[in-house]
């Protein structure tokens, strides 16, 4: 089965400091493209950041990169410089190349603490 | 413009009513999705639809039914729902279904959905 497991369902951080959210999936495919999505209280679904599988060079997005381990299936998220705007639920999702659905984490809600 | 747009956001209905959602994105993609999501869960998928043709239905029940007038509109119509199926009701779109460029959906605000 394809899975992606988030096993932090919870994390704070304080305000201005770095955090890394975990994740990693199990799928055979070799070809596929990763997500992170955060949700905030206003619930819109935001996409942070993404990854090409195919690609050795990690995603950077201004304070949001992500290390991208293919051959052990991890894919992290690290948030730096962290304010109280990037408070919310945090979810890991991959899509396999010619599939047409996206494959949810269970969540990591991120709290910011002033 | 990377905006897909909801509406209503919040709908109050009772079991024996019929009511639609409404999901609206002017960035020329070509597919459209509807998903459910319950607090604290990951969106569930529901419905794709590809070129406005439906191309999954994740065997949900038949008091939910799609449709997609045009490549910009994608409706959800809802009759005789159960209390169960309160949730949030997210929208979103591609550019394309999967791989190449543009494959990443991007979501709409959510319809909070309470069935009385």
């Known amino acids: 089965a394809q899975t992606v497991t988030q096993s932090q369902p919870e994390m704070s951080v304080q305000e201005a400091e770095t955090v890394t959210l975990s994740c990693t999936y199990d799928?055979?495919?070799?070809?596929?493209?990763l997500f992170w999505y955060k949700q905030p209280p206003s619930r819109q679904m935001i996409l942070v950041i993404r990854?090409?599988?195919?690609?050795?060079q990690n995603a950077t997005e201004n304070r949001f990169s992500v290390n991208f381990q293919k051959a052990a299936k991890s894919f992290s998220l690290k948030i730096s410089d962290s304010q109280l705007g990037d408070a919310a639920m945090y979810f890991c999702a991959y899509l396999i190349q010619g599939a047409q659905k996206l494959v949810f984490g269970q969540g990591t809600r991120l709290t910011i603490n002033p | 413009d990377t905006e897909v747009t909801q509406t209503p956001k919040h709908l109050v209905m009772g079991m024996t009513n019929k009511k639609s959602l409404k999901c609206e994105q002017h960035?020329?993609?070509?597919?459209m999705y509807w998903y459910k999501q319950k607090a604290k869960k990951p969106p569930e998928l529901m419905f794709v639809?590809?070129?406005?043709?439906?191309?999954i239905n994740e065997s949900v029940p038949s008091r939910f039914s799609p449709e997609c007038p045009n490549s910009s509109l994608l409706n959800l119509h809802l009759h005789a729902l159960q209390p169960e199926d309160s949730a949030l009701y997210l929208c979103a779109s591609s550019q394309a279904l999967s791989g190449g460029p543009r494959y990443e959906q991007y979501f709409g605000p959510g319809t909070r959905l309470t069935v009385t």
């Open positions: 799928t055979s495919e070799s070809d596929y493209y």
């Open positions: 990854q090409e599988a195919y690609k050795q």
């Open positions: 639809y590809s070129y406005e043709k439906l191309s």
């Open positions: 960035m020329g993609h070509r597919a």
